[in-house]
């Protein structure tokens, strides 16, 4: 397949966009059938995939999205856009702003904190509007409607392909995945909307329990005519089934623990990456939200971007209630930055605490964008399970 531009929307510091281009490191058992290299880890191949596009309001995520991924792209402060999706189409409008010609993806992780079952679930009546400011009364700006302005880009630029992820507590939330979907199909000459698909990330060599909805909507202007029938009565088992197969569970790959990709991680005293020697200092208040131990012969919590400091413990003192006993004699603490991204399947190299002469990112945020963002390594079997298939849907 030759080389796709992908845009992207509320990036973050790049979880979708990393796992979209591939080329990166993970652990081996994370991907079936690869053979061991350095210490466990390899390399996965590129998948034809190229951001050309990125935007988001946070200025942590822009710092380490260029931070990670000026070694990808050349000139890569014109490609990543502080400014909201909101104000980057009103710009367009009045003819202040132009999106990248020629994109054939575009992807959007759309805020989730509206329809996420550990919030207030305010869904699309939230008051807090796409800068992160309260209004008294919800408008077309607000966060929980931030996905019509997903909508506004793709009937803009116009892609073969689209992507919306979001929490799985969406679709549960009364009839709004169906409006969501509704909205979504009616773009441009219209999209097929395929179902959306809840995929967990462990089920795809994730260490990590954490589940999202993704949609997928595919133009009608560019598909093929001869499958438009079968696209029109589309069912999960369909040869054109964009989404990817699960590579963990049961039959199937035994999934991946956190004692696997913790293997060479020393402790943070120890070690050189300052990602590793950050970690946050709260306290053990009981049996709350990030009160607890991770289990390292299982999966990693859902890491939490609103967490407050309070990130799960690595371990905790017998005295607390841990369970490690072999791990007694070690001082109690909560997960590091490092770890936190490697639960999320970031790669050591991808800087997350530095301070240079242009950019830099505190332990704190780093915890709020790893929380943010869309597991590479999730992302990377969409993009190769649609690089797979790229050609039976379009004609390049």
């Given at each position: 397949m030759k080389t796709?531009?992908?845009?992207s929307l509320f990036s973050g510091c790049g979880g979708m966009d990393l796992g979209f281009e591939g080329a990166f490191k993970v652990h081996s058992k994370s991907c079936p059938g690869a053979t061991k290299e350095n210490n466990n880890w390899v390399d996965l191949p590129a998948t034809g995939f190229k951001t050309v596009f990125s935007n988001d309001i946070?200025?942590?995520?822009?710092?380490?999205?260029?931070?990670y991924f000026r070694n990808r792209h050349k000139?890569?402060?014109?490609?990543?856009?502080?400014?909201?999706?909101?104000?980057?189409?009103?710009?367009?409008?009045?003819?202040?702003?132009?999106?990248?010609?020629?994109?054939?993806?575009?992807?959007?992780?759309?805020?989730?904190?509206?329809?996420?079952?550990?919030?207030?679930?305010?869904?699309?009546?939230?008051?807090?509007?796409?800068?992160?400011?309260?209004?008294?009364?919800?408008?077309?700006?607000?966060?929980?409607?931030l996905y019509l302005w997903l909508r506004e880009v793709v009937s803009i630029v116009k892609p073969k392909i689209f992507i919306a992820e979001n929490v799985k507590g969406l679709a549960s939330l009364g009839d709004v995945k169906q409006i969501i979907e509704n909205d979504f199909r009616n773009i441009d000459k219209g999209y097929f909307l395929l179902d959306a698909k809840i995929l967990n990330a462990k089920d795809f060599g994730v260490p990590q329990n954490r589940e999202r909805v993704i949609f997928i909507g595919i133009s009608r202007r560019y598909v093929k005519k001869e499958i438009i029938a079968d696209l029109e009565?589309?069912?999960?088992?369909?040869?054109?089934?964009?989404?990817?197969?699960?590579?963990?569970?049961?039959?199937?790959?035994?999934?991946?623990?956190?004692?696997?990709?913790?293997?060479?991680?020393?402790?943070?005293?120890?070690?050189?990456?300052?990602?590793?020697?950050?970690?946050?200092?709260?306290?053990?208040?009981?049996?709350?939200?990030?009160?607890?131990?991770?289990?390292?012969?299982?999966?990693?919590?859902?890491?939490?971007?609103?967490?407050?400091?309070?990130?799960?413990?690595?371990r905790l003192s017998k005295e607390n209630g841990g369970k490690i006993s072999s791990e007694y004699r070690l001082s109690e603490r909560r997960l590091s930055v490092r770890e936190c991204a490697r639960i999320q399947t970031f790669p050591d190299d991808y800087q997350f605490v530095f301070k240079n002469d242009s950019y830099s990112v505190n332990a704190s945020d780093s915890y709020k964008v790893i929380g943010n963002a869309v597991p590479p390594l999730l992302a990377y079997n969409i993009a190769k399970r649609l690089s797979k298939i790229w050609g039976v849907f379009f004609n390049d």
């Open positions: 796709k531009n992908v845009l946070l200025v942590a995520a822009r710092n380490a999205w260029i931070q000139n890569v402060e014109n490609v990543f856009h502080l400014e909201s999706i909101v104000d980057l189409v009103n710009k367009y409008k009045k003819g202040d702003f132009k999106f990248p010609k020629n994109i054939d993806l575009v992807t959007g992780g759309f805020p989730c904190q509206d329809f996420s079952l550990a919030g207030r679930r305010n869904g699309f009546d939230s008051h807090k509007n796409h800068d992160g400011i309260i209004n008294e009364i919800p408008t077309e700006a607000n966060r929980g409607k009565k589309y069912k999960e088992k369909s040869k054109y089934n964009p989404y990817p197969i699960s590579t963990h569970g049961e039959k199937k790959k035994p999934y991946v623990t956190l004692k696997d990709v913790f293997c060479d991680l020393p402790e943070p005293e120890d070690s050189e990456d300052p990602a590793h020697k950050a970690y946050s200092k709260a306290k053990y208040y009981g049996k709350m939200q990030g009160g607890t131990e991770i289990d390292l012969n299982g999966q990693g919590p859902t890491i939490r971007a609103e967490h407050h400091g309070n990130i799960e413990f690595r």
